[in-house]
């Protein structure tokens, strides 16, 4: 449980370092220049092997597992995840209402894993993550950050996108059932 929690909270730091401590982290980029975007990658990249290696030894309580509603659930929150993150990058009309489309897509993803896993570590890690995605938006607005509204995007484009997610989906689901988590099906 020490290296989920580890790597944790090392996400969330290297994460919020910018919001939190302003001064800090400007100092760090005239310090390093480019190069301090390339430590923080670095960090956080290792927060996330720490994450994976944490979750697969942790061990704790149990209270459900997956039932086929909650299945369905999941992977419709996935996939709404899925677009949610390829339409940040494609900027689609969708990125107009949704202020912050990376966070949000997070938040749903960390959500999806929550109902299909029912146990300590994975409430550790999805609800720790949950937690610094809300925290995360709070602290954009706090700080005043506001995306740019998407320009006008062409059809086209949305529905690439869509097909994009879609496929990236699909792949992700047969990763998945690679490594032995099953992703459809209870």
């Known amino acids: 449980m020490t290296l989920l929690i580890a790597g944790l909270a090392l996400w969330i730091a290297a994460h919020v370092f910018k919001r939190l401590a302003p001064e800090a982290r400007a100092g760090l980029t005239e310090k390093m220049g480019e190069g301090s975007k390339g430590l923080i990658a670095a960090l956080i990249l290792l927060s996330v092997i720490l994450m994976v290696f944490g979750y697969k030894a942790a061990d704790g309580a ?40 990376q966070l949000t897509a997070f938040k749903a993803w960390a959500l999806a894993h929550l109902l299909v896993n029912g146990d300590l570590p994975s409430f550790i890690l999805f609800g720790g993550l949950l937690g610094w995605a809300v925290w995360e938006v709070i602290l954009l607005k706090r700080a ?43």
């Not at 509603?69 to 949610?84: D, K």
């Not at 509204?149 to 990763?175: Q, R």
């Open 62 to 101: 149990f209270w459900w597992g997956r039932s086929a509603p909650l299945v369905g659930i999941n992977n419709l929150l996935m996939l709404l995840s899925v677009y949610l993150f390829a339409a940040s990058g494609a900027k689609t009309r969708i990125t107009r209402v949704i202020k912050n489309p």
């Open 144 to 186: 005043g950050v506001t995306p740019e509204p998407a320009p006008d995007v062409p059809m086209k484009k949305e529905i690439t996108t869509a097909i994009a997610a879609l496929v990236v989906y699909v792949i992700i689901g047969l990763i998945h059932q690679w490594l032995g988590y099953p992703p459809f099906g209870a």
